[in-house]
């Protein structure tokens, strides 16, 4: 969990990313290359706590400071003392962020597998699972109970994660592969996950409620 991450997200004006790669310390393990049968020009590092950008992909959303620029020491954030990772499917890169779009407002962040394949999304930190449920919406979708009011909740996962509600999660235990079930845009393969503050009520009911999502890259790292 020391591993830490200096990254830098770099967004033009309109939010578009063009050609970028994973950022990384020198420390990092050796780059994993896609399958040779998919376009993928640029090396995948797997790293569990990088935070990476999409190669030749549009990134909406993100924080754009002054000078159009996104900048955060590590994938990992700290809310209420509970600290977690904002990218929780190692070996992905984000595609959209939390804030408004397409008349709305998406209230998470979402992740696709290098060269558009699907990887394993992982728990962003311990936890108790507190809703495993099909939702028309989100899919196979799982929500976990950090403590100290905070919460992640993970949709369109390929199939239902083994994890029974009440039982607990070690982090970056896996939950499910990345999937398109749900209303999933295009049927894409990706990640949504969103991270939630508050006191959960009726989860017994598959529930989702008195939760206030929040945009975990504008927090720091440390708790
Ligand atoms: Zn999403």
Redesign the pocket.
């Known amino acids: 969990m020391s591993l830490l991450m200096r990254i830098t997200l770099i967004a033009s004006f309109l939010g578009t990313i063009y050609g970028c790669t994973s950022l990384t310390t020198p420390s990092s393990p050796q780059p994993v290359t896609g399958p040779k049968d998919k376009p993928t020009p640029e090396p995948v590092n797997t790293a569990p706590f990088d935070l990476m950008l999409c190669d030749g992909e549009r990134v909406s959303n993100v924080q754009t400071s002054l000078d159009s620029r996104v900048e955060r020491n590590s994938a990992l954030a700290c809310l209420q003392d509970v600290k977690f990772m904002v990218a929780p499917a190692p070996g992905a890169c984000i595609t959209?962020g939390f804030g408004p779009r397409f008349g709305t407002t998406?209230k998470?962040l979402?992740f696709q597998g290098p060269g558009r394949s699907a990887v394993m999304v992982v728990a962003a930190a311990a936890g108790t699972v507190v809703i495993n449920k099909w939702r028309d919406d989100l899919g196979h979708w799982i929500v976990l109970d950090h403590g100290n009011g905070i919460y992640t909740g993970y949709g369109h996962l390929q199939d239902a994660p083994k994890q029974a509600v009440n039982s607990t999660v070690n982090a970056e235990e896996p939950l499910a592969m990345m999937g398109a079930t749900g209303k999933a845009a295009r049927g894409k393969l990706h990640l949504?996950v969103e991270f939630a503050k508050g006191m959960l009520k009726q989860a017994e009911h598959g529930g989702y409620f008195n939760l206030d999502r929040f945009d975990p890259l504008v927090l720091p790292e440390d708790c």
């Open positions: 959209s998406h998470g979402d949504h």
